[in-house]
């Protein structure tokens, strides 16, 4: 059912974005259209016009273009992000196991705690642009900390102890970039550009006259962008819809063998 809400929710959203874009497409052009005179055959109204139209609709494609890249390139690194730290949980967590001795059970109960606050807090604090849960770090503190206080006595030992030290450092990079995901404003920077060039090139649509063919050649462009800006908009917030980026592999843990540990606490 939370699924088909937040299917639900992000067509609406895509919906909206679309009929927006639609309505300020042709507001502009009626705008310019009263205001601007369509000028007389000679005087070359129109060739200025398609001129401007052309050079701006580079301009304004260009921003869409690059930024929707960027925003994509962003939402790729996250996915690739939440797989990378799962694998090193899994890592610090199956080598405890191998490392044997009072510290297994407490580390891997841990890490499985972990796993569940990230997955039903730290998802919503980030979504929310609150930051990382402090809860989590915690915990993250106290599995290093035991894993600092390790006594290897043999090479097993010690190759497995620098391990598992390696890897939980890298699950606190990894915490990092998750965060920068959610506290970059990049994207507000470019709203405003879009909305203005969006503007711009429908209002030196203002030389054709309102017919209906015109009328709907407008809002097919109109209806285009509003489906690029829909999206880049999804991407610049990977934790919320319409976007949202499900921790599927930290779900995925907690439905193996750490699972059984967090029940087991």
Same mark, same amino acid.
């Given at each position: 059912m939370d699924d088909i809400g937040d299917f639900l929710s992000s067509l609406a959203t895509g919906i909206g974005f679309v009929l927006a874009t639609v309505a300020l497409v042709l507001v502009s052009y009626f705008i310019a259209r009263k205001l601007l005179h369509p000028g007389v055959e000679g005087d070359r109204t129109w060739d200025v016009a398609g001129n401007v139209a052309v050079r701006v609709a580079t301009l304004h494609g260009l921003i869409l273009g690059l930024v929707y890249a960027q925003e994509l390139d962003d939402y790729k690194g996250v996915r690739s992000t939440l797989t990378d730290e799962a694998i090193a949980i899994s890592d610090v967590y199956n080598d405890a196991r191998r490392y044997g001795g009072p510290i297994?059970?407490?580390?891997?109960?841990? =890490?499985?705690?972990? =796993?569940?606050?990230?997955?039903?807090?730290?998802?919503?604090? =980030?979504?929310?642009?609150?930051g990382l849960s402090p809860k989590a770090w915690q915990i993250w503190e106290s599995v290093y900390d035991q894993l600092l206080g390790l006594m290897p006595a043999t090479d097993r030992e010690h190759y497995l102890s620098n391990r598992m030290r390696d890897r939980i450092i890298a699950v606190a990079r990894y915490r990092q970039l998750r965060e920068a995901a959610s506290t970059s404003r990049f994207s507000g920077l470019f709203w405003g550009p879009a909305l203005i060039g969006l503007v711009l090139v429908s209002a030196t649509f203002y030389i054709y006259r309102p017919k209906r063919t015109h009328l709907v050649l407008f809002s097919l462009f109109g209806a285009y962008s509003g489906v690029i800006l829909f999206f880049i908009f999804a991407f610049a917030n990977p934790y919320a819809n319409p976007g949202k980026l499900e921790p599927r592999p930290f779900q995925h843990l907690l439905e193996g063998d750490i699972g059984k540990s967090l029940a087991s606490r």
């Open positions: 297994t059970v407490p580390v891997q109960g841990q =890490l499985a705690t972990y =796993l569940k606050v990230v997955v039903d807090e730290e998802w919503d604090s =980030l979504a929310q642009h609150q």
